[in-house]
């Protein structure tokens, strides 16, 4: 079966209904396909699921020449093309994972101008070879998927994609389109210079999905809370993720739902490759299972019933979190994210950023991200308005589908316990973890207590109006603020920083979510 060109004359709706099968565009898809089809340029900011591939597929089509699509991800390129050629489309994939053969029927197919669309890696498109080819012929447009993937902020930076900064040089009047899902405003000003668009519009679709319902909290009693949120996400048919911050907790944390009941399956990169490809045929198949992953665990599943997601461990930005998020209630219909965090949790990631072989300046971002992240953890206010405004999103004040909404939590002026627990911490030496200063804050007399003669310090026993609970909030509370640090090197000690010092002196008032304090596990109405 050949597979033909489209006749160009198309208009861009009649290849929207006869090709794609969609009744219309949605959001901002017709004002770009627009702008692209008058032969214009731009930044795409959409979140995953909102609907980016047409806005370059339909100009492509519609637009005489060879649509050129670059993309880093093998599996996400083989599945638009397997899509697009389903659709009688011809497209064609060149990537470095492609057997000598068919790669050679690909560079026929496009020599001979039987090509529409070409998804090529970027290490493939800024060969000299292919970049020559491509001057030489009629081109309808460039498609920059995953365009975070340019910029040094964050994560995702591939050194291939800085090459593509010469396509505006050598195709200065071909239609370049960079599109990307995760983009706060740093990352998009770093796209539009790298790849030449700063005098391109940047086209900002809906990052909201108002369908997900937010939860942040504390981790307590981490299987307990995880098996709540379940009991009220789950719907019984649709799918739920558990990510995790390693690969071990991703098996254990499988374990012990399977043991509770759940059909739970686990996920990360070190799994071996059939066992991978099971979990997603499975994940894929519709069951009702429970993913427990790590963030290996999410490229390109496009699963619509995903009806919840939890992460047991703080992520690292609110650029992973917003999408692997993102991944629930795809089909619009409600659904829930639970986000648990811990102050070791902030204490590890600051940790392997000061630890990571990064520059001086990845660093920085790499500190400013995981700080956005935490606010969001411990903000009192609507975690949607603050999730949104790092992606450049203004948001009404409150959403009504978080837990801030819903529930505000009452503040607590926090200023006594934070001086007694830091200056427990100083009194003690900066040589101890929060359970001993706990202890001693408490005045209980446990044998470490008097072996190192706590119980003469003048702190000794003045926290016996907070639990152990209570205490462990003020303390992930002052780690967030910075006011204390956490040695993970060691052993877990506390110890203060130079913001300390004007909460020890009474300078800065500190105010902390009063039902972290409030609010005692049962273990702790036990001891006290
Ligand atoms: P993104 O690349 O932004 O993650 P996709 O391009 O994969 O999103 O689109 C997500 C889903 O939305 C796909 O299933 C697609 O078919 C659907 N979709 C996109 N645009 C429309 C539209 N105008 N009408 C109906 N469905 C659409
Ligand atoms: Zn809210």
Same mark, same amino acid.
């Given at each position: 079966a050949r597979l033909e060109s489209l006749p160009t004359e198309d208009t861009p709706e009649a290849v929207l209904h006869r090709v794609f099968g969609h009744?219309?565009?949605?959001?901002? =898809?017709?004002?770009?396909?627009?702008?692209?089809?008058?032969?214009? #340029?731009?930044?795409?900011?959409?979140?995953?699921?909102?609907?980016? #591939? *047409?806005?370059? =597929?339909?100009?492509?089509?519609?637009?005489?020449g060879l649509g050129v699509v670059v993309s880093p991800l093998i599996a996400l390129m083989e599945d638009q093309v397997a899509a697009l050629r389903q659709q009688g489309i011809a497209a064609a994939a060149l990537h470095s994972d492609l057997p000598e053969e068919e790669a050679r029927e690909v560079k026929r197919d496009l020599a001979r101008g039987a090509t529409k669309l070409l998804y090529i890696s970027p290490e493939r498109l800024t060969l000299d070879g292919t970049l020559d080819f491509l001057a030489r012929r009629p081109l309808a447009l460039f498609a920059i998927d995953e365009a975070h993937c340019v910029s040094q902020w964050g994560h995702h930076f591939r050194p291939e994609y800085r090459g593509l900064g010469l396509l505006a040089e050598r195709f200065p009047t071909v239609p370049r389109l960079a599109l990307?899902?995760?983009?706060?405003?740093?990352?998009?000003?770093?796209?539009?210079? =790298?790849?030449?668009l700063t005098e391109s519009p940047v086209f900002r679709g809906g990052f909201d999905r108002p369908n997900i319902f937010i939860t942040a909290a504390p981790r307590e009693q981490e299987r307990a809370q995880l098996r709540a949120f379940i009991k009220q996400a789950s719907d019984g048919t649709g799918a739920g993720i558990v990510y995790c911050?390693?690969?071990?907790?991703?098996?254990?944390?499988?374990?012990? *739902?399977?043991?509770?009941?759940?059909?739970?399956?686990?996920?990360?990169?070190?799994?071996?490759?059939?066992?991978?490809?099971?979990?997603?045929?499975?994940?894929a198949r519709g069951d009702a299972v429970i993913m427990a992953a790590t963030i290996a665990f999410g490229m390109g599943i496009d699963r619509p019933d995903v009806r919840w997601v939890a992460h047991l461990d703080l992520p690292r930005s609110p650029e992973s979190w917003y999408q692997e998020i993102g991944r629930a209630g795809r089909d619009g219909l409600p659904a829930r994210a639970l986000l648990l965090y811990g102050a070791g949790d902030i204490a590890l990631a600051r940790h392997r950023i000061a630890e990571s072989p990064a520059t001086e300046e990845q660093k920085r971002i790499e500190r400013a991200r995981l700080d956005a992240m935490v606010s969001i953890a411990e903000s009192p206010t609507c975690r949607r308005r603050i999730l949104l405004r790092c992606f450049g999103e203004d948001a009404p004040e409150r959403c009504g589908a978080c837990d801030a909404c819903l529930t505000p939590p009452h503040l607590f002026d926090g200023t006594i316990a934070a001086q007694k627990l830091l200056s427990a911490v100083l009194r003690t030496g900066r040589r101890f973890g929060l359970g001993h200063l706990v202890d001693i804050l408490r005045g209980r007399t446990t044998d470490k207590v008097a072996q190192f003669g706590h119980d003469r310090l003048p702190t000794f026993g003045v926290g016996k109006d907070l639990s152990e609970t209570a205490w462990r909030g003020v303390a992930r509370q002052l780690v967030a603020l910075g006011a204390l640090d956490v040695a993970v090197?060691?052993?877990g000690e506390l110890v203060p920083t130079d913001a300390a010092k004007p909460i020890l002196k009474g300078e800065q008032r500190v105010m902390l979510r009063a039902e972290t304090l409030v609010a005692a596990a049962p273990r702790d109405r036990a001891r006290a």
């Open positions: 009744a219309g565009f949605r959001g901002r =898809q017709a004002e770009i396909v627009a702008h692209v089809m008058a032969g214009g #340029s731009g930044l795409v900011l959409m979140p995953t699921g909102g609907g980016k #591939s *047409l806005c370059f =597929q339909v100009p492509a089509l519609c637009r005489p990307t899902a995760t983009a706060d405003p740093r990352t998009v000003e770093d796209i539009r210079a =790298q790849l030449g911050g390693t690969r071990a907790k991703t098996e254990q944390t499988a374990d012990w *739902l399977r043991a509770d009941g759940h059909d739970a399956l686990c996920f990360h990169a070190g799994l071996p490759p059939e066992a991978k490809r099971d979990a997603h045929r499975r994940f090197e060691n052993h």
